[in-house]
């Protein structure tokens, strides 16, 4: 069984960071691309950043270029999510997903697995 587990949410001051983590399980993890999205109330699921299978190659949106940084550890099969300078408007439920394709990587259909998410709140 497929798991993928996000760790790291919480509440941080804007200007802040967050370095979130997702544990995933039960599937050969150095062949799948690794993605962020995230949900604010209200609003549809938006991509963030993915990550190719061996790394090599990684994409961001336009909101968090410069600013988040998206990396993985094939021998622990772990991805993290490093955001810094963070903004109000990235609250949200951040969820990590699997895909074992690079197709149209940054579309929520793409991807073969998804974990429950994990709240990341910022404050003013």
């Known amino acids: ?4 587990v996000e760790s790291g949410g919480g509440l941080v001051q804007a ?3 967050l370095r979130l983590s997702c544990a995933a399980s039960g599937l050969p993890y150095s062949t799948y691309a690794m993605g962020w999205f995230r949900q604010a109330p209200g609003k549809e699921r938006e991509f963030v950043a993915a990550i190719s299978w061996g790394g ?3 994409y961001y949106a336009d909101s968090v270029k410069g600013r988040f940084t998206i990396s993985r ?3 622990k099969m772990t991805s993290y999510l490093q955001m810094n ?3 109000l408007e990235d609250t949200a439920v951040y969820y990590c997903a699997a895909s074992s394709g690079w197709g149209t990587i ?3 259909q793409w991807y073969d697995y ?3 998410g994990t709240q990341v709140t910022v404050s003013s």
């Open 1 to 4: 069984q497929v798991q993928l």
């Open 106 to 108: 940054n579309v929520p």
């Open 114 to 116: 998804w974990g429950q």
């Open 15 to 17: 200007g802040g960071s």
């Open 85 to 87: 300078r963070l903004k």
């Open 56 to 58: 090599g190659r990684v």
């Open 73 to 75: 550890d094939n021998a």
